[in-house]
T-cell receptor, first 112, second 116 residues
Framework: DVKVTQSSRYLVKRTGEKVFLECVQD?????MFWYRQDPGLGLRLIYF???????EKGDIPEGYSVSREKKERFSLILESASTNQTSMYLC???????????FGPGTRLTVL | KQEVTQIPAALSVPEGENLVLNCSFT??????LQWFRQDPGKGLTSLLL?????REQTSGRLNASLDKSSGRSTLYIAASQPGDSATYLC???????????????FGRGTQLTVWP
């Protein structure tokens, strides 16, 4: 089975901290995505990557950066966390043999 | 920009009913459409994927149809059960950038409650 894992289910950070959210997939997928999900706003795409060291901005990249040094790992970085970044963060990937997107379990981030 | 709308936003039904969830999208130039299920506080689970050339897909008690020209998809759930209670999301992938790089646009979901 395809598996997408995220480093933490719940995370609490303070304003101004640097935050790393990790996503790992175990099926050699080329394309990986970071979304955030908020009540009333649905899922919004932050960044995506279609290859190692490649990245593209989504709809709401401000305040975030990403890193993809290895194919299986896609990291989302909050350089200086703010309270408006409190959200559910979801990672997803697409295997090369299909167009079906698979999601990780999500990280609920709270910034105090 | 693609916009995806799901109706109704919430639905509450007794166990055993057959039900239909609706999804509409504004740009018919899609590559595929995917239905997901999300349980509270969890990630998304893929239910069905329909390619733009297909009319429907079935998996167990679930059947999804696609009418690309009218910008509509429906998810049909037969003989609903309490375990079906979840939020169901529809997402379309645009065709601008080919098969794997096209963007996914999500609806805001239908929150389904099936009571015993």
């Amino acid at each position: 089975d395809v598996k997408v894992t995220q480093s933490s289910r719940y995370l609490v950070k303070r304003t101004g901290e640097k935050v790393f959210l990790e996503c790992v997939q175990d099926m050699d997928h080329e394309n990986m995505f970071w979304y955030r999900q908020d009540p009333g706003l649905g899922l919004r795409l932050i960044y995506f990557s279609y290859d190692v060291k490649m990245k593209e901005k989504g709809d709401i990249p401000e305040g975030y950066s990403v890193s993809r040094e290895k194919k299986e790992r896609f990291s989302l970085i909050l350089e200086s966390a703010s309270t408006n970044q409190t959200s559910m963060y979801l990672c997803a990937s697409i295997p090369g043999t299909s167009n079906e997107q698979f999601f990780g379990p999500g990280t609920r981030l709270t910034v105090l | 920009k693609q916009e995806v709308t799901q109706i109704p936003a919430a639905l509450s039904v007794p166990e055993g009913e057959n039900l239909v969830l609706n999804c509409s999208f504004t740009d018919s130039a899609i590559y595929n459409l995917q239905w997901f299920r999300q349980d509270p506080g969890k990630g998304l689970t893929s239910l069905l994927l329909i390619q733009s050339s297909q009319r429907e897909q079935t998996s167990g008690r679930l059947n999804a149809s696609l009418d690309k020209s009218s910008g509509r998809s429906t998810l049909y759930i037969a003989a609903s059960q309490p375990g079906d209670s979840a939020t169901y999301l529809c997402a379309v992938r645009d065709s601008d950038r080919g098969s794997t790089l096209g963007r996914l646009y999500f609806g805001r979901g239908t929150q389904l409650t099936v009571w015993p």
